[in-house]
Nanobody
């Protein structure tokens, strides 16, 4: 069971990136997926989460209206990040848990390795 997050990089303020979270060794059916991020010197924080079938999505207030979480039919969950600002600079992690969606990292069992996003001019 493995999650792999990728797609990070450097982007200018106001720009966009799409992160991907690919699952291997299991299917995403019945697994909620969350995205979290950790900025330098700060605690890990919740960004977005999606229930296994997409009927529930949660977003941190700081990203509402700019970020979007989605899933394709190939076992991958995406985080589309638009209008990025300096606050978006962080290592982004995807995580999975069997069952209902949660905004709390402690309830997620499987974690990807993280992908770095740098927002800078």
């Amino acid at each position: 069971v493995q999650l792999q997050a990728f797609g990070g990089g450097w982007v200018q303020p106001g720009g966009y990136l799409r992160l991907s979270c690919a699952a291997s060794g299991f299917t995403l059916a019945y697994y909620a997926i969350g995205w979290f991020r950790q900025a330098p010197g700060k605690e890990r924080e919740f960004v977005a989460a999606r229930s296994w079938n997409g009927d529930i999505t949660n977003y941190a207030d700081s990203v509402k209206g700019r970020f979007s979480i989605s899933r394709d039919d190939k076992n991958t969950v995406y985080l589309q990040m638009n209008v990025l600002n300096a606050e978006g600079t962080a290592v982004y992690y995807c995580a999975g848990r069997y069952g209902s969606v949660s905004i709390f990292s402690r309830y997620y069992r499987f974690w990807g390795q993280g992908t770095l996003v740098t927002v800078s001019s």
